[in-house]
């Protein structure tokens, strides 16, 4: 596939069939995440792939932690956002909520879906050495941007979630994850549902003239 066309058809999935992915494919696919540049060639990602009932009870596990400590998804941030972050979040609300079941909360669909990978056979843990300061994390976003297009070039579907970091401890335990381990993100991996009314839902992308500045 074009890459152009790649890189623009690539949206989150958060409905996915009950298929397992062969290994062959998640081999193929985490060798092309790899080829992504870091810095001084460090290459600092690592990544826990799960698959079959063992992403099943992990999800068990999460959406357990979940409602019990009552944990939500948001953007993180130290201190408010200027209003303009908070109308794209909005819109992904917009965007999102016509596709799911009028009695369906949005917060709720995220929450649990986050932690239930949106049902996706495989989830991928990436997590990179203690050792290596903050500044690293941009190598491993690296290795997920390439990992969600290569996904999508081999009929993938992928959703990243950043919610999983709330639960750290829990995944550590369970994965037998060592403590010099920092657990960055997950990224939920499958086939697309392609009956799935929000697989249609696709978010906006802000103009290019309010984010980027020319001199």
Not at 191 to 205: F, G, K, L, Q
Request: with cysteine; charged share 25%; aromatic share 8%.
């Amino acid at each position: 596939m074009e890459l152009e066309k790649v890189i623009i058809e690539r949206h989150s999935t958060r409905a996915f069939l009950e298929v397992p992915i062969p290994r062959e494919t998640m081999d193929k696919l985490l060798f092309l995440s790899t080829r992504g540049p870091s810095a001084i060639n460090l290459q600092p990602w690592e990544f826990t792939v799960v698959m079959g009932e063992e992403r099943e009870r992990l999800s068990r596990v999460l959406v357990k932690a979940m409602r019990e400590r009552n944990i939500s998804c948001g953007p993180d941030a130290v201190r408010p956002l200027p209003k303009y972050f908070m109308d794209r979040q909005r819109k992904l609300m917009d965007c999102i909520l016509p596709s799911l079941d009028k009695e369906t909360d949005f917060q709720e669909f995220i929450n649990e879906g986050s932690c239930n990978f949106y049902g996706a056979p495989v989830a991928i843990i990436l997590t990179i050495d203690r050792a290596f300061s903050k500044s690293r994390l941009v190598d491993a976003g690296i290795a997920v941007g390439y990992m969600v297009l290569a996904a999508h070039n081999m009929g993938l579907g992928t959703c990243p979630i950043g919610l999983i970091n709330a639960f750290a401890e829990e995944i550590r335990e369970m994965l037998n994850i060592p403590d010099e381990k920092n657990i960055v993100i997950g990224i939920a991996v499958g086939y697309p549902d392609p009956d799935s009314p929000v697989n249609r839902a696709i978010s906006e992308r802000t103009p290019i003239h309010e984010v980027a500045r020319f001199y």
